[in-house]
């Protein structure tokens, strides 16, 4: 299967930094990425949909602002969480869906996920 | 829009018991998925169903798509420590839309 790859695993910062968080397909080219956020024991929260060359989609309810995607190449997406408070605080995934990308595969592939805490 | 809910939304049972958990989508589906996250891990693809009332078994699970292409149900038999985790159904309401994830069913099991 695809490897999607995370980084950083884990991060710790201050309140009122902003956080970049990198999510890179490492053996197939991925179109469309997702960030999701969950919450402990709760389910996936999607917050976009991350489009390689256009402007992200964003979830109802979600800033845009706040969380800023960028798509640049066909292996990578950046979630920056600007001006992080406490309450971001979170676990931060992202996935590569080769499907919709005109791939082979029609399941999603995770990354391992970032956990955010802000201090 | 598209939804999809999961039923329990936490199980506890004995190790050797069975567990179900159950899928509902509002919409038809093209296909359902199924994903399985470990403890502080991330979710990781089971199985993919796509015909109407098709049934698809991975050694101790036993996963079933209904006739009508909107429901979908994971039973585990004889469960075990290694089956602790979150269940997750995802569906495709058309073949090249995104997976819409259920609310997930936490299963625990006491050894």
């Known amino acids: 299967g695809a490897v999607v790859s995370q980084h950083p695993s884990r991060v710790i910062c201050k309140s009122g930094t902003s956080v970049k968080i990198e999510c890179r397909s490492l053996?197939?080219?991925?179109?469309?990425m997702f960030w999701y956020r969950q919450f402990p024991k709760k389910s996936l929260m999607l917050m976009a949909t991350?489009?390689?060359?256009?402007?992200?989609?964003?979830e109802q309810g979600v800033e845009k602002d706040k969380f800023l995607i960028n798509h640049a190449s066909l292996t990578l997406s950046t979630l920056t969480v600007t001006s992080a408070h406490p309450e971001d605080s979170s676990f931060y995934i992202c996935?590569?869906?080769?499907?919709?990308?005109?791939?082979?595969?029609?399941?999603?592939?995770f990354g391992p996920g970032t956990r955010l805490t802000v201090l | 829009g598209q939804q999809v809910m999961q039923i329990p939304q936490y199980q506890h049972v004995q190790e050797g018991e069975d567990f179900t958990t159950y899928c509902n989508s509002s919409?038809?589906?093209?296909?359902i998925q199924w994903y399985k996250q470990r403890p502080g891990g991330h979710p990781v693809f089971l199985i993919q169903?796509?015909?109407?009332?098709e049934v698809k078994k991975q050694k101790r699970l036993t996963f079933q798509f209904g006739e009508a292409k909107k429901n979908s149900s994971l039973h585990i038999t004889a469960t075990q420590t290694t089956d602790v985790g979150t269940y997750f159904c995802a569906g495709r309401e058309t073949s090249g839309s995104r997976l819409t994830f259920g609310e997930g069913t936490q299963l625990t099991v006491n050894p």
């Open positions: 991350s489009n390689e060359g256009s402007k992200a989609t964003y």
């Open positions: 169903l796509v015909k109407s009332g």
């Open positions: 053996d197939f080219q991925a179109t469309t």
């Open positions: 996935s590569a869906d080769p499907w919709t990308s005109g791939g082979a595969y029609n399941e999603q592939f």
């Open positions: 919409t038809t589906l093209s296909n």
